[in-house]
């Protein structure tokens, strides 16, 4: 994942957005939308911090080597042990908030739709991700980009969105009868 991230400095913006989804997949699963429901992260740590404190699991299983050990306790939790290798993706793609932030400001709209949508999925990089998705909200040059700004900041919010997001998008709603307008109902709908 930190390979992918830095690679995201680098090449065009064709090749920089498949790296963004190929993060986003990689923290989240494989999801039919762009924006998809909340990722159970809290669910998956208190799942991993049980295996990892138990004593009688071996090293090697924590190291993917669980495939046919005969050792019963691996093979009892087997299983389980997708929750560890799934939250350790889901946090090794949040370390890279930041270089994702400054994708916003690219030219290519697709490039910065696949970022928002990225960003949106990492509630405990809110702090960073807000202003930065504001500023997107609010230009007036970013067409085709202000409703999913909103769309991700409601997201951010969970599920309790500010007045100021779900005044924004009804603002944007009333102001543009295109893609940005439906993405600012989506986001009305989110914060309400």
Not at 18 to 24: N, Q, T
Not at 93 to 104: A, I, K
Not at 113 to 132: C, I, M, N, T, Y
Request: net charge negative; hydrophobic share 50%.
């Amino acid at each position: 994942v930190p390979f992918f991230i830095e690679l995201l400095g680098t090449g065009g913006a064709t090749a920089r957005g498949f790296l963004v989804r190929y993060l986003h997949h990689l923290a989240v699963g494989y999801p039919e939308g762009q924006f998809p429901e909340a990722f159970p992260i809290d669910d998956l740590a208190k799942v991993a911090a049980i295996l990892e404190a138990r004593a009688d699991v071996p090293r090697s299983a924590f190291n993917g080597d669980i495939f046919g050990d005969p050792d019963p306790v691996v093979e009892e939790l087997q299983n389980h042990f997708n929750a560890l290798w799934e939250r350790d993706c889901f946090l090794a793609v949040e370390r890279g908030v930041p270089t994702v932030l400054g994708l916003l400001r690219d030219s290519e709209t697709a490039l910065v739709l696949d970022a928002v949508a990225l960003l949106s999925s990492f509630p405990g990089q809110r702090a960073l991700s807000e202003p930065r998705l504001w500023e997107l909200a609010r230009d007036a040059e970013a067409v085709g980009l202000r409703g999913p700004a909103l769309v991700a900041l409601a997201r951010l919010s969970g599920g309790d969105a500010s007045t100021e997001v779900i005044q924004a998008a009804q603002v944007l709603m009333d102001a543009d009868d295109g893609v940005d307008g439906l993405y600012a109902a989506c986001a009305e709908v989110l914060g309400s």
